[in-house]
């Protein structure tokens, strides 16, 4: 089942979110084949960060609260609000693809 983890970063942690982005990104890497999408939320500049928006499969609700309470971000404070929803995908993605080079 797909879950939906729409998670915002407490205001002033910029340079935290920076300091631990390299466990985020390992620690995604373990499950990337689950990955429906995921990246960060920025304001409308698209470059200052506000939080993370992930899409992945998990086996129960369970399963995905166990993976996010060992997320690196999570585990060093770094949002200051977290949701986790069940999602169904009705929509096959077209947009928001990176460009090809």
Known sequence: MLFAFVLLD???TADLRLRVRPEHKAY???R????AFAGPLTHDDGQT?????LVMDFASRDEAHEW????????AG?????AVHAFNNLW???AGFPKAV
């Open 10 to 12: 407490k205001p002033g």
């Open 28 to 30: 995604l890497a373990q």
């Open 32 to 35: 990337q084949d689950h990955i």
């Open 49 to 53: 960060m506000l939080g993370s928006l």
């Open 68 to 75: 996010l309470a060992n997320e690196p971000f999570y585990k």
């Open 78 to 82: 770094l949002y200051g609000s977290v």
């Open 92 to 94: 096959p993605q077209k």
